[in-house]
């Protein structure tokens, strides 16, 4: 199972959000490619990076951070925050960016998500983003009537890498991931999933790593790390060992 440390941008900077709320955000640094760095030290050999000014306003805003991070950053980068047409897609791709995050266009245009998927072999990741079990969107400024498990399964034979699941309710709360939610969706599904929103430490990755033959790929965590909850070297190894 990958661990995934998250770095989201506002501004330039480091944060982590509450439940998404931008008026809700904590600054944890001013050098993104420097705090890629101390995770790659600390073993990541994935990185999951999101452009949180880029997913309200459906376009990059942070790209000179995100390229500094890929220039840096010895391992795979995956990418997410307003990336919604091909250009964006493929500029992303040819600068080094392993895989990419879709959301909001996911849900509105499924029909280029399908397209990307096919073009870019096993580099799209769909975001699965719940409201009380709704698809969000917008930068989860938005909630859908779609439930999460639809969503998901419209992709099922588009080529799409994998899921990934955030509980927006749990997100940067440090509550603990949701994994009873995070496994009805695996099993619910034929992709794998990945499992995002409230992870506060190793029991997470413990029970997570216990379930990844249910179909959980791996799982992202930002504030446990920043904080000093989770070691991410012990929970690289924890995760190896599934």
């Known amino acids: 199972m990958i661990v995934f440390p998250a770095i989201d941008l506002k501004g330039g900077e480091v944060v ?15 050098d ?15 990185l999951h990076v999101v452009d949180l000014d880029g997913a309200f306003a459906g376009e990059s805003r942070n790209s000179q951070a995100v390229k ?4 840096q950053f010895p391992g795979y980068v995956q990418l997410g925050g ?33 397209e990307m998927a096919r073009e870019w072999e096993n580099g799209i990741v769909v975001a699965v983003d719940a409201r009380d079990g709704m698809v969000a969107t917008e930068g ?15 992709f099922e034979d588009a080529g799409v890498a ?24 695996a ?6 999933v990945i499992a995002s929103g409230g992870v506060k430490g190793l029991d997470d990755i413990h029970i997570l790593s216990l379930n990844a033959h ?17 070691d991410l070297a012990a929970a690289i190894a924890m995760g190896a060992r599934t």
């Not at 099993?187 to 794998?192: E, I, S, V």
């Not at 959980?216 to 000093?228: N, P, Q, S, W």
């Open 162 to 185: 994998s899921l990934l699941f955030t509980d927006i309710g749990r997100d940067g709360l440090l509550k603990g991931c949701n994994i009873d939610a995070t496994l009805d969706l």
């Open 140 to 154: 989860w400024a938005e909630v859908s009537d779609v439930p999460i498990a639809d969503m998901a399964r419209r």
């Open 187 to 192: 099993r619910r599904t034929d992709l794998p």
């Open 214 to 230: 249910e179909g959980i790929e791996g799982v992202i965590t930002g504030r446990a790390l920043y904080e000093g909850r989770l």
């Open 32 to 46: 993104p490619a420097a705090q890629a760095m101390i995770f790659a030290e600390a073993g990541a050999k994935h």
């Open 68 to 71: 500094a991070i890929i220039e």
């Open 16 to 30: 982590r959000l509450a439940e998404g709320d931008m008026d809700r955000a904590t600054i944890y640094g001013d």
């Open 82 to 114: 307003g990336i919604r047409n091909a250009q964006a897609v493929e500029f992303w791709f040819n600068l080094g960016v392993a895989r990419i995050v879709i959301g909001s266009a996911a849900l509105k245009d499924p029909d280029f998500v399908t």
